[in-house]
């Protein structure tokens, strides 16, 4: 009889000071997850774990089941029975019987009830069946807790931000587990964790210490002193007692008798490296309108290709509202010409902007729909008056190298023409990882004087090659770098930076 391999994504990155809310139909970009074999249609051939994970099944002659595909913009805590609703299908699947499971999670899941959702998951697989092999790909960005570490087989997580090696680090877990049901290769695990709660803004490895740490971990794996080794910078907004840099590593027991010593000794070396440069994960921006000023001085020189000014602050990728205008207003004050600006959430807007249809002259109070009480701010909509160049179903497919050939949906889309800007509106939240956020409704970036992006490092898959210069701005957000805006309650402490130590 052939193998039977349990094949699963469930992945939330929960910030929990942000004002989202996460339902059910969260999962899918909103339109809910997916189950059994449309699941696997869904990311079949994709540049995710979960696809690598059906191409190692389909060469190792087993049948892959697909329980569950489900995944969900950052936001809020889903709630217990959102989380049941994801989990009970793998868990059936499970109880009916396979060879082994390999898990797309996220690492950073927050319900309620719960810290540790990932960890969770994989306790009521254990409970189900203790002796089951088990793969699991991380993000980049996990707060990994000693529960993902006992009751996992194998982890491993992304090595690049810009997330565009997904299927590669599930390629890794599941050739490794699949080389152990063979009896190649017996993994082993250790891992570590910091009291060092770092800067999404200096996670990108290289901006900053992440970089030296991974060139080390990719040359322990190639040396074959270890099969995987993963450094994992850790989420931020989320405020729980596993937020912190970790990191963990796969070697072969098989191989080395003193596998875990070896593997031990490579996971705290990578530690080490980020303890002794820990001041760099801390991010120090510029004031908002100097930042723009700076972006408007480069814009009068001659260059090829358009400048970026990154509002990070409100990145729906890390939980933020995408409705902050803050950037917006500053762009607009300062006079900035020929830009594009997107996206902005914002489904009463869009419903008015359909209504007056393409062409229509409008007024319209745009964003600050969104009340942040965690942060302590009040939504501030901005009035502006435009033209209704384009409408679009917001139906994608990205052609970039993240998720590359995956659909997404941005709900209705309007392209609002105020003269100097260009601001695409959308009824759901994206982060503009990908040129199709522009190109779908008719605006070819490449050829703007400036691009405003609502994104924090993602947006550098996709724009960075065509930038002439990039120019960060601090707007407000629960996305903001600036950790001390946050009441965290659930960290660890003393913690850096936060703490003395």
Partial sequence: MSKRFVIALIKHETNTFSPIATPLSAFGHGNGPSFGED?????????????????????????????????????NMATRATFDALVQPLEDAVRAGCDACFLDLHGAMVVDGCEDAEGEILKRLRRIRADLPIAVSFDYHTNLSPDSVANASVITGYKTYPHVDMYETGMLAGDILARSLRGEARPVMAWGWLPLVSSVMRHAPEDGPSGEILDYARAME??????????????????????????????DARADAGARATAQQVCDRMLAIAWERRAEYAFHPEPLAQSVARARALGASRHEGPILLIDHCDNCGSGGSQDVMLVVEEILRQNLDDVAIGPIRDPQAVAQMVAAGIGSNVNVLLGGKTEMPSIGLSGKPLQLAGRVRNITDGEIVFTGPMYTGLKSHLGRTVVLDTGRAQIVVTERHHEPFDQVIFRHCGIEPAKKKFIMLKSRIHYRAGFKPIAAHIVECAGAGVTNADLSVYNYRRLVRPIFPLDAI
């Fill in 222 to 251: 190639k040396s074959g002193r270890v099969l995987a080794a993963t450094l994992l910078p850790g989420f931020p907004h989320a405020d729980t007692p596993y937020t912190g840099v970790s990191a963990v590593v796969v070697a």
């Fill in 39 to 75: 699941a696997k249609a869904a990311f079949a051939g994709s540049n995710t774990p979960f696809a690598a994970f059906l191409d190692i099944a389909r060469r190792e002659g087993a049948e892959a089941v697909t329980p569950v595909a489900a995944e969900s913009w950052p936001s």
